[in-house]
């Protein structure tokens, strides 16, 4: 199973919005509804932030939002803010009781 | 608190064995499928292995099948993975996590390091 395809770094100034796309295969992400995203600090925990595509779990703002399109999966932090600098990770289902994480992608916030 | 913790990690040699440990607190484990996701350095996150809860389905990354071996005790609300023959590419950080009905890691330890060298 090969890691879903994240750009790998965007950034953008505080205030503005940034999308990260994370593109799959029709076995995956284009396969499920079971997509989630996952902000990572160096350091600390993984934390989830969207799952089923584009629900937040409870405690995440919903300047956080996800969506899909076909085999691409996307992630659009809204108002960005300091403390959003981090590492983006998506994750699709594979239909065979397995995860596949994408390669990640570091946000800089100008 | 909700908490998972990590522990039994270290410096190990190449085609040495390690036994990592994960812990639940704060909730009912038993009632989730358990998870093991690595990092390597300067790497990004790879899901590594699962476990059902009624611990005898378990599903493994091609790298490690044969290798590794997931295992839990829902009555010490534990998880566990035995890692076999190590290569110098299995170091990492190794997080536990849980996973929900949607198939999303929705609880996460703090992670143990996992070192494999000569």
């Known amino acids: 199973q090969s890691a879903l395809i994240q750009p790998r770094s965007v950034s953008g100034s505080p205030g503005q919005s940034v999308t990260i796309s994370c593109t799959g295969t029709?076995?995956?992400?284009?396969?499920?509804?079971?997509v989630s995203w996952y902000q990572h600090h160096p350091g600390q925990a993984p934390r989830l932030i969207i799952y089923?595509?584009?629900k937040w779990p409870s405690g995440v703002p919903d300047r956080f939002s996800g969506s899909k399109s076909g085999n691409t999966a996307s992630l659009t932090i809204s108002g960005l803010q300091a403390e959003d600098e981090a590492d983006y990770y998506c994750?699709?289902?594979?239909?065979?009781?397995?995860?596949?994480f994408g390669g990640g992608t570091k946000l800089t916030v100008l | 608190e909700v908490q998972l913790v990590e522990s039994g990690g270290g410096l190990v040699q190449p085609g040495g064995s390690l036994r990592l440990s994960c812990v639940a607190s704060?909730?009912?484990?038993?009632?989730?499928?358990m998870n093991w996701v690595r990092q390597a350095p300067g790497k990004g996150l790879e899901w590594v292995a699962n476990?059902?809860?009624?611990?005898?389905?378990?599903y493994y990354v091609d790298s490690v099948k044969g290798r590794f071996t997931i295992s839990r005790d829902n009555a010490r609300n534990s998880a566990y993975l035995q890692m076999d023959s190590l290569r110098v590419e299995d170091t990492a950080v190794y997080y536990c996590?849980?996973?929900?009905?949607?198939?999303?890691?929705?609880?996460w330890g703090q992670g143990t390091l996992v070192t494999v060298s000569s």
């Open positions: 996590a849980t996973l929900t009905y949607s198939w999303d890691l929705d609880k």
């Open positions: 704060g909730f009912t484990s038993s009632r989730q499928w």
């Open positions: 476990i059902k809860q009624d611990g005898i389905e378990k």
């Open positions: 029709s076995s995956d992400i284009g396969a499920s509804t079971f």
């Open positions: 089923n595509v584009f």
């Open positions: 994750c699709s289902y594979t239909g065979r009781y397995t995860l596949v």
